[in-house]
Structures are given as C-alpha cells and as structure tokens.
C-alpha cells in the first residue's frame, strides 16, 4: 500500500540556518510528489510538486526538494529560514488522483 | 490554480445536530475531496465528490455520517451528521484536474460540545 513517512514529529532550527525535512513515500510506480505547508489555523498551500523530469524542484517562498528514487525520499530544503516559516509541514504522494499525506512536521524557529 | 473557499470558517455545535459545510472552487474541476484533520493529527481522506453520482468513501467514513453533495463542477457539500465531541476537527475541502494539482481550502474549525 502507498504511504509517506516523515520521520521527524519537530524540528528547531534557528532564523538564518539551513533547513531539511526529511520525506519518504512507498510507491509502485513513478509518484507525483508534494509539499504543503500549514500555517496555525489556516489550511494547506502548495509548496512545490514533483511528476516527471528534473529531479530538483524549486518552490515558493524559497523552498526546494529534490527526489531520490533510489532512496525513495522527496526532501524539503530551504537554505536561509526565516521566523514566518514557522508552520507544520506535510509531505504527500498522489495515488489514483487522492492524497496520501504523512504525519507532518512541526517547524519551530529560534529568533 | 484553483482558488477554493470553505464556509463557515468555524463554528461550535451542539452534540446530536448536524452541520453543513460548503466548498465553493472559482473554475470547474475534475476532482473534489473531503479530507478530515483530527486535533494534532495529519489528513485523512473522508471521500471523494463526484459530479452526478455518489460519493466514493474511504474505509472508516460513511454516507449515513458523512452525506455529500456535488451537484455542479465547481460546488460540493460535506454534512457532518449527529455530531458528537469526536467529530471536532477541521475539515477540509481540495480540488483539482487529476493528480497533478490539488488545492486546498482554508478549513472549516468544527467544535463539538
């Protein structure tokens, strides 16, 4: 069965430092590949998406993943945080056109 | 993109009444979801809105508890049925072409007490 795994419940990290979050899916075949973010109270934005092609996604707000068939992993990166990226962070594969969503991951950001 | 919009935003019930929550999409779309994020927890998918015929649900959801509408491609209904404290939650409405895109509402803010 599809899943996805974020391995990491928190991360702290402080505002100027390189960020990683860490995403691993089970999939059969090519995944189409997502990161959300989600502010307190607010719902789900788009931050960028994988389906074919260069395997270095740019996103928005600065946000990049890169995806590793051969580790199965789809990695948000950013390299400089800033305070307002403070949010919870979910990973999701697409399987027959619904959604499958890891647990999140819960970014804080040290001043 | 699509621009989707949830009403109400939140709202508190009474246990044992039903709320109606309603998805408004500012283009047609293929695809509608009701997703359903418990306090603290990820998002689960509730079902799938389809235009013209029922609803598909995941395992665990039902229509008796979860009755769904889409009457149009750009409208859909989640009614959360005889609600009691475990249903408080936010539920979210997505949509999109295919597995391409999906975007997502604001949320709707259940509390039940």
């Known amino acids: 069965a599809q899943s996805v795994t974020q391995p990491d419940i928190h991360i702290t990290v402080s505002e100027g430092a390189s960020l990683e979050l860490r995403c691993n899916y089970s999939?059969?075949?090519?995944?189409?590949l997502f990161w959300y973010v989600q502010s307190p109270g607010q719902g789900l934005q788009l931050l960028l998406k994988?389906?074919?092609?260069?395997?270095l996604v740019q996103g928005i707000k600065g946000f990049e993943a890169e995806f590793k068939r051969s580790q199965s992993s789809f990695n948000l990166r950013k390299p400089s945080v800033h305070w307002s990226d403070a949010a919870e962070y979910f990973c999701?594969?697409?399987?027959?056109?619904?959604?499958?969503f890891g647990s999140g991951t819960r970014l804080l950001v040290r001043p | 993109s699509a621009v989707i919009s949830q009403k109400p935003s939140r709202d508190i019930c009474q246990r044992g009444t039903s709320l109606t929550i309603q998805c408004q999409v500012d283009?047609?779309?293929?695809?509608m979801f009701w997703y359903r994020q418990q306090p603290g927890q990820s998002l689960t998918l509730i079902a799938t809105?389809?235009?013209?015929?029922?609803?598909?649900?995941e395992s665990g959801f039902v229509i008796d508890k979860f009755p769904i509408s889409r009457p149009n491609l750009t409208f859909s209904t989640l009614t959360v049925s005889n609600m009691s404290p475990e249903d408080s939650s936010i539920y979210l409405c997505?949509?999109?072409?295919?597995?391409?895109?999906?975007?997502f509402g604001q949320g709707t803010r259940l509390t039940v007490v």
């Open positions: 994988y389906f074919s092609g260069d395997t």
């Open positions: 999701a594969v697409a399987s027959s056109y619904k959604l499958i």
């Open positions: 997505s949509g999109g072409g295919d597995s391409t895109e999906a975007f």
């Open positions: 809105a389809n235009q013209g015929s029922e609803a598909t649900y």
């Open positions: 283009s047609q779309v293929t695809m």
């Open positions: 999939y059969g075949a090519t995944p189409y």
